[in-house]
């Protein structure tokens, strides 16, 4: 990654998008780490963190991940899920924050030098677009190591600099244990319950659309 001296930069991470970039290459993200990484190479401004929340659980496994990260360096910024029952009869959950995001990269934009944006989704190169027009760098970190791909090749092809995300797997990762309780630095667990599928707009049309 190469940042200039006193750059002013912030994170945007695509929370869902990013753990299943993670996974896909066999690992986890210790977000403290990743902080720290980032803190250390160029003035970081702030980390928006975006995630969906199931708010009628009794329990829900993401919270002990939002609330540390809330405490740690990292905005959070959440919204609660919506039910729907799909054209099979199967009830899913969806929870897209791209808007959510979208707006926050135009806000900050005029404060920033540098945005580092953790998505492989392709509706944000529009985005990506329109804040290069304002002077903005753009770092986009996903990966191409995956089958399939887990970043649009108009995404990767828009950014100024595409990192993939496995090249930071040493710096940040950890490795995947399916035994170790949601603590502080663990990665985003998706919902898998016998009467829930977690569903994302991106998993109808960008991944599908990416090239392998």
């Known amino acids: 990654m190469k940042f200039y001296q006193q750059e002013r930069v912030a994170l945007f991470i695509d929370g869902s998008n990013l753990y299943a970039t993670a996974r896909a290459l066999g690992f986890d993200i210790d977000y403290k780490r990743l902080l720290s990484l980032f803190s250390d190479q160029c003035n970081l401004v702030r980390a928006f963190y975006y995630t969906a929340l199931i708010e009628d659980q009794e329990y829900s496994p993401i919270r002990p991940l939002v609330d540390w990260l809330d405490y ?43 945005i580092v944006l953790f998505s492989g989704d392709g509706d944000f190169r529009r985005l990506v677009e329109a804040v290069q027009r304002k002077g903005v760098r753009v770092t986009v970190i996903s990966t191409v190591r995956s089958q399939p791909s887990m970043i649009a090749d108009e995404l990767r092809r828009q950014a100024d600099i595409f990192v993939d995300l496995v090249e930071l797997k040493t710096e940040v990762g950890r490795k995947v244990s399916d035994n170790r309780p949601p603590v502080t630095n663990q990665a985003e667990p998706v919902e898998d319950d016998d009467d829930y599928e977690y569903y994302d707009d991106e998993d109808d049309e960008d991944f599908e659309d990416a090239p392998n």
């Not at 099979?88 to 990269?105: F, P, Q, S, Y």
């Open 72 to 114: 740690n360096g990292y905005t959070m910024v959440t919204k609660p899920t919506k039910e729907f029952t799909d054209a099979t009869g199967r009830r899913k959950i969806k929870g897209n924050m791209d808007i959510e995001l979208a707006i926050d990269v135009m806000e900050m934009a005029q404060h920033l030098e540098h």
